[in-house]
């Protein structure tokens, strides 16, 4: 895994901004199919990103924006999408089965400052 750009917190709260951004634009245009796989996927590969996951990132934007592009373009989704679907969950199944256990040094971190937290809220 990459170096991450920014905390958790801060993709995070970019996450969150740009979906609801996009949850405004789908209201005002009322383009809720295929736009919804836009604002699903955008603000997931842009957080993806900055947690520096850069191959989860490529694979969020193949599987969300294959999907609008397929169904936008009405090119053939019936062969198209589960390709981009099985192709993503090989992806997360390997990622996730390859990858150790152990948590890595900024999830300790971070767990080891809300255990600190935590003690100084009792005292």
Not at 14 to 19: E, G, K, Q, S
Not at 28 to 41: K, Q, S
Not at 86 to 92: D, K, N, P, Q, R
Not at 96 to 104: D, F, I, K, Q, V
């Amino acid at each position: 895994m990459a170096h991450p750009m920014t905390s958790r917190k801060h993709a995070q709260i970019f996450y969150t901004t740009l979906f609801l951004v996009g949850i405004a634009a789908l209201v005002y245009t009322d383009a809720w199919w295929p736009g919804i796989m836009l604002v699903i996927g955008v603000p997931l590969a842009l957080r993806q990103y900055l947690l520096g996951r850069k191959y989860d990132m490529m694979i969020s934007l193949l599987v969300f924006v294959g999907t609008f592009i397929t169904v936008q373009f009405d090119i053939s989704w019936r062969i198209f999408l589960p390709i981009l679907f099985t192709l993503g969950a090989i992806y997360v199944l390997c990622r996730e089965l390859l990858e150790s256990g152990t948590p890595t040094e900024a999830e300790e971190e971070e767990d080891t400052n809300h255990e600190l937290e935590e003690k100084k809220k009792k005292h």
